[in-house]
């Protein structure tokens, strides 16, 4: 990598998109899914108050569970963006999304597929259903790799892999 790239990369940051969907067990009307669906205000707003939050995918409800990004009425698509890993670690595990999280199964179905993602993306773009499902996909293809990854076996910041890599000793 040259030097000039390596500061074209520095001058363009990132942040880090998430994609995960999820299958409910009912529709979100039905009494199964009450408990989750009265959470979800108070879920949302904890993120939009989370350190490192940057956006979520919503519409004129506050939410995104309106959306139809899967033929199946029931697949819920939720797409945000933080600053880093770290934070959406802690709002996903250590905040109140954490105390739902943990018991996710009494409200949704097991997904055989790949139903959670992340990537790195400029600064000045948002995600859309589209980039995250395709992502998706290829985790589900491909395993975790720079192009997206999971908690299991994040991928560094671009401009930190970039930098570790330019210092790195040419090979002859």
Not at 35 to 62: C, I, M, Y
Not at 107 to 120: I, S
């Amino acid at each position: 990598m040259t030097k000039e790239s390596v500061n074209s990369l520095q001058q363009q940051d990132y942040h880090l998109a998430q994609i995960n969907i999820a299958l409910m067990k009912a529709p979100l009307d039905d009494p199964i899914m009450a408990e989750f669906a009265g959470a979800l205000n108070q879920v949302n707003a904890v993120a939009d108050h989370s350190p490192g939050f940057v956006w979520r995918l919503k519409t004129s409800s506050g939410d995104a569970t309106d959306i139809r990004a899967y033929p199946d009425p029931r697949m819920l698509v939720n797409l945000s963006v933080w600053r880093s890993i770290e934070h959406l670690k802690a709002y996903v595990y250590k905040s109140l999304h954490g105390e739902f999280f943990i018991r996710r199964r009494q409200w949704f179905e097991r997904l055989p597929d790949q139903h959670f993602a992340m990537w790195w993306l400029p600064s000045d773009q948002l995600p859309t259903v589209e980039e995250g499902k395709s992502k998706l996909d290829y985790l589900s293809l491909h395993g975790d790799s720079p192009e997206c990854f999971t908690f299991a076996k994040p991928y560094p910041h671009p401009i930190a892999s970039q930098k570790r890599n330019s210092t790195a000793p040419a090979r002859i």
